[in-house]
């Protein structure tokens, strides 16, 4: 009686156990299986067309332009992966400087060339460090006249260029700035040392 007691209580065990085991298996294979879809990743590469490319330039009296004219790019690169700008490198060759305003002229591209504003013998080109750029903003470094500026500039990306906003730089520490703040007693006569840049760069 022992024994067919203890056979009747394994064998109810075993069944419970194999139909435990049996739900298990069947949830295992009811799982739904989740379906990856992976972004296709597209890198454009671009040298940029220094004779399509320009850099305009502009400084202000107030809320108006005063001074404004153009530079023309030296050299760069620049890649776009998915409309976003991963790599860059810019050169501007300073000597190209241009005043294109009634009231600048030779005279005031002399002067922007000159030792104590961007030294062009000493310094030929400026050259744009690329950072960064996320939410339509591209971050970098401009060096000319041997500074060191940063620069934060607001960019579109199309297919083979680059719109370049308005956007400024703080060149008080230039040495023209430094001597009319020494030798002008009255800040209204002061020229802004923000200058203003824009520009389009052309890929190809």
Not at 38 to 66: C, H, L, P, Q, R
Not at 67 to 92: M, P, R
Not at 106 to 112: A, F, M, S, T, Y
Request: charged share 25%; proline share 2%.
């Amino acid at each position: 009686m022992k024994k067919e007691l203890l056979f009747g209580l394994a064998a109810t065990f075993f069944m419970f156990s194999c139909g435990e085991g049996g739900e298990e298996t069947t949830e295992g294979n009811d799982s739904t299986a989740v379906e990856t879809v992976e972004e296709e990743v597209v890198v454009m590469n671009y040298e940029i067309d220094t004779a399509a490319s320009v850099i305009n330039w502009m400084n202000f009296n107030g809320e108006e332009k005063d001074h404004y004219g153009t530079v023309k790019v030296l050299s760069g690169s620049y890649t776009v992966e998915n409309d976003v700008i991963t790599e860059a490198t810019l050169s501007a060759d300073m000597n190209t400087i241009t005043s294109d305003d009634e009231m600048g002229g030779e005279k005031l591209e002399g002067h922007l060339m000159a030792p104590d504003f961007f030294d062009v013998n000493q310094f030929a080109s400026a050259t744009f460090n690329f950072d960064r750029h996320e939410e339509g903003m591209v971050y970098g470094t401009l060096n000319t006249a041997g500074m060191d500026f940063p620069v934060e500039a607001p960019v579109t990306v199309s297919e083979g260029s680059i719109e370049v906003g308005e956007f400024k730089v703080d060149m008080s520490s230039l040495a023209f700035f430094q001597m009319e703040k020494e030798k002008e007693a009255d800040e209204s006569k002061w020229h802004d040392p923000m200058i203003g840049f824009t520009a389009t760069i052309v890929g190809k």
